[in-house]
């Protein structure tokens, strides 16, 4: 898979699994400019990295803005919610188990 190679979704945003390896499990994601807004509190460990477009994320009740290129890192059972993206934000998040 090319990680340029996508549709934009007219809502919410599409998911991908790129690779399922051993305590690994990595996802290409895009996101609309309307989006849901679900808290996630999750087992694992997740980081991830904006590779196209924005996204303004609140992560421990802390409002964070993402521009292309930037990465983060979210500790596992951490509340975090992705409030407001950029029409065509591309993100690549790896969840360590």
């Known amino acids: 898979m090319n990680i340029y190679d996508y549709i934009t979704p007219?809502?919410?945003e599409t998911f991908t699994t790129l690779l399922e390896h051993k305590n690994?499990?990595?996802n290409h994601i895009v996101s609309?400019?309307?989006i849901e807004q679900i808290e996630y509190i999750q087992e694992e460990d997740e980081w991830l990295i904006v590779i196209e477009g924005k996204a303004t994320l609140s992560l421990k009740n802390k409002v964070q803005t993402l521009n292309k290129g930037d990465t983060l890192f979210i500790p596992a059972k951490t509340p975090h919610r992705v409030l407001e993206t950029q029409k065509g934000t591309v993100w690549l998040t790896?969840?360590?188990f």
Do not use: S, T
């Open 94 to 96: 790896v969840h360590i």
């Open 24 to 26: 690994i499990k990595i």
């Open 32 to 34: 609309a400019e309307n």
């Open 10 to 12: 007219q809502d919410n």
